[in-house]
């Protein structure tokens, strides 16, 4: 439990600190860890192809990190609400909302209990939102640690709502796709739909890619395709 705490501390700290799009993709080395540690701790069998996933997901994420954007200095936290109100962000926005409450109120009941991608894509959509909320939050308080106080700004205390709104959300319906189905199946599907978006959300909110050449951009695709690849070969080997 302590180490839980101490990893999702350490992980609100790096998005204060490093762009979205590098931090998330990196989370799939927490699942090599959990691997090699069942391995040796639990004497769960990694399988040959287990071996080949984590092998993967490493090489992609160094592919990441090699390639991964500058973030632009960002000096208050009204230059991320500016960012978080421009028109190509709300039209993500509200067309996360407008998924999530079809998803709720529609498909839930329906199929919510027969299809995994129901409640993983509510925990997805959230989880996006809430990781744009966590670098505002993050960086205010960072700013403020450095003597620019941005708790005087109703924006931080905004950003703050809505990643205890997002995170509740996201945890509640994750929780219910993990009673419903194997967590081998939730969670690769969890993983592939929460960093795509992820990444897409702060491509758009950030901007991270204008200043890219295409090449680094392309190299930061093949190398989350290879995370997403080996992530789901490390779950598909579990016994």
């Not at 969890?190 to 795509?196: G, L, R």
């Amino acid at each position: 439990m302590i180490t839980m705490i101490v990893g999702e501390v350490a992980n609100f700290v790096a998005y204060a600190f490093a762009p979205a799009i590098l931090v998330t993709p990196l989370g799939a080395l927490s699942i090599i860890v959990s691997a090699v540690l069942a391995h040796f701790m639990l004497k769960e069998k990694l399988h040959q192809l287990g071996v080949l996933g984590c092998v993967m997901c490493i090489s992609g994420s160094v592919i990441i990190v090699i390639h991964a954007p500058q973030e632009s200095p960002i000096t208050s936290v009204q230059e991320i609400w500016t960012m978080a109100t421009q028109p190509a962000f709300l039209l993500y926005l509200g067309s996360v909302i407008v998924l999530v409450f079809l998803l709720i109120f529609h498909f839930a009941p329906r199929c919510g209990h027969t299809n995994v991608v129901v409640f993983t894509g509510i925990c997805s959509l959230m989880g996006s939102l809430s990781v744009m909320s966590v670098k505002a939050l993050g960086t205010a308080l960072k700013l403020t640690f450095e003597g620019n106080n941005q708790l005087l700004y109703p924006e931080t205390w905004f950003f703050m709502f809505i990643v205890a709104t997002c995170v509740i959300t996201q945890m509640n319906y994750l929780n219910e796709a993990l009673d419903t189905f194997n967590t081998a199946v939730v969670s690769p599907v969890y993983y592939v739909m929460f960093t795509s978006l992820t990444i897409l959300a702060s491509v758009i909110m950030f901007k991270d890619w204008d200043d890219q050449s295409m090449g680094s951009i392309i190299s930061e695709l093949c190398g989350f395709i290879a995370v997403l690849s080996g992530t789901i070969l490390l779950n598909s080997t579990k016994d």
